[in-house]
């Protein structure tokens, strides 16, 4: 009982309550408004009721003014600062990712060339290389200089020049200023070069074999294929080749010979054991858009387009 009376006691004592001094309040006042609002002006001076609910000036200091966030910024910084403007997230990544794409595009563009077809003046304007093949090392201008240089490149040819070279100095030559090593080192070297311009002269009439060889060309101002030779070849030309025909020169397939016109299906059997030794046919079809056009000869002047082709590596 004595406990109770007590109890009771204790809580109709009064209570003392403190104002909250003003760097109390400057504590708990959101790090936002620090730099909007001056502290010193607005301070409150009282509360609503006991449940500290702010007052009106109190309550002014959560609403930012961005025309005088700017003033104090020039005040503190300066006004030749420049302002920095920050996109949003997600306007930045799409701009990352298109300025990707653009790259990628052009990096694309670069890597392939592009071969127009029954446009002539466009591959022209291209200055693409001829179909013309050459396998010879030498000519009948340059072979000499070129081929003495091949010879004596070799380190064998080099050091006995040099030997019979010093040789013909007297002062430091023990066969009496004779070039004893260069009688030898002679020989070797016509043999040397007398089975070098046997080899190329066979490169040459291979050359000239493979350069003369006919094929069939399409023209466009007779709307026919006429023979050509195949060094004559330029890059856009469209070739017919015949059943077991060698094949001129890269070519894309456009179509085939159909024993049914009325249902192409643009297949042929290719083989390429000059490329890669393998006997057995491949399988090949032509593009969609041009085998189901190309039903005459006359029908290949009508199509128009390019291809891109992929750069060498």
Same mark, same amino acid.
């Given at each position: 009982? @004595?406990? $109770?009376?007590?109890?009771?006691?204790?809580?109709?004592?009064?209570?003392?309550?403190?104002? *909250?001094?003003?760097?109390?309040?400057?504590?708990?006042?959101?790090?936002?408004? $620090?730099?909007?609002?001056?502290?010193? &002006?607005?301070?409150?001076?009282?509360?609503?009721?006991?449940?500290?609910?702010?007052?009106?000036?109190?309550?002014?200091?959560?609403?930012?003014? *961005?025309?005088?966030?700017?003033?104090?910024?020039?005040?503190? $910084?300066?006004?030749?600062?420049?302002?920095?403007?920050?996109?949003?997230?997600?306007?930045?990544?799409?701009?990352?990712?298109?300025?990707?794409?653009?790259?990628?595009?052009?990096?694309?563009?670069?890597?392939?060339?592009?071969?127009?077809?029954?446009?002539p003046e466009k591959n022209t304007a291209l200055n693409y290389c001829s179909n013309l093949v050459i396998t010879s090392r030498f000519t009948v201008y340059n072979f000499l200089p070129k081929l003495l240089f091949y010879e004596f490149s070799k380190l064998a040819n080099a050091y006995f020049l040099v030997i019979s070279i010093m040789q013909t100095i007297k002062p430091i030559s023990n066969t009496g200023g004779f070039p004893a090593s260069l009688p030898a080192l002679s020989i070797i070297v016509l043999i040397d070069m007398f089975f070098a311009c046997l080899e190329?002269?066979?490169?040459?009439?291979?050359?000239?074999?493979?350069?003369?060889?006919?094929?069939?060309?399409?023209?466009?101002? @007779?709307?026919?294929?006429? *023979?050509?030779?195949?060094?004559?070849?330029?890059?856009?030309?469209?070739?017919?080749?015949?059943?077991?025909?060698?094949?001129?020169?890269?070519?894309?397939?456009?179509?085939?010979?159909?024993?049914?016109?009325?249902?192409?299906?643009?297949?042929?059997?290719?083989? &390429?054991?000059?490329?890669?030794?393998?006997?057995? $046919?491949?399988?090949?079809?032509?593009?969609?858009?041009?085998?189901?056009?190309?039903?005459?000869?006359? @029908?290949?002047?009508?199509?128009?387009?390019?291809?891109?082709?992929?750069?060498?590596?």
């Amino acid at each position: 009982m @004595a406990s $109770l009376i007590g109890l009771k006691r204790q809580q109709q004592q009064p209570t003392t309550r403190h104002k *909250p001094s003003a760097l109390r309040r400057a504590i708990h006042l959101p790090i936002a408004t $620090l730099h909007s609002s001056p502290l010193a &002006t607005h301070m409150p001076s009282s509360r609503d009721g006991d449940g500290g609910t702010p007052t009106a000036p109190y309550a002014l200091l959560a609403q930012p003014s *961005p025309l005088r966030d700017e003033i104090e910024a020039d005040s503190i $910084l300066g006004s030749n600062v420049v302002d920095v403007h920050v996109d949003d997230v997600a306007e930045l990544s799409q701009i990352q990712e298109d300025t990707k794409r653009e790259e990628a595009e052009d990096i694309d563009d670069r890597d392939y060339r592009y071969v127009y077809l029954n446009a002539p003046e466009k591959n022209t304007a291209l200055n693409y290389c001829s179909n013309l093949v050459i396998t010879s090392r030498f000519t009948v201008y340059n072979f000499l200089p070129k081929l003495l240089f091949y010879e004596f490149s070799k380190l064998a040819n080099a050091y006995f020049l040099v030997i019979s070279i010093m040789q013909t100095i007297k002062p430091i030559s023990n066969t009496g200023g004779f070039p004893a090593s260069l009688p030898a080192l002679s020989i070797i070297v016509l043999i040397d070069m007398f089975f070098a311009c046997l080899e190329d002269y066979k490169r040459h009439k291979a050359d000239h074999i493979a350069n003369n060889l006919p094929c069939l060309r399409f023209q466009r101002d @007779a709307k026919a294929f006429e *023979p050509a030779k195949w060094h004559t070849l330029q890059v856009g030309d469209v070739v017919k080749v015949a059943n077991r025909d060698p094949v001129p020169a890269d070519l894309v397939i456009l179509g085939a010979c159909e024993p049914d016109p009325l249902n192409p299906a643009g297949i042929c059997y290719v083989e &390429t054991k000059s490329l890669d030794g393998e006997t057995n $046919l491949k399988l090949r079809q032509g593009l969609e858009g041009t085998y189901t056009a190309l039903l005459s000869d006359a @029908a290949v002047g009508d199509i128009k387009g390019n291809a891109g082709v992929r750069d060498a590596e």
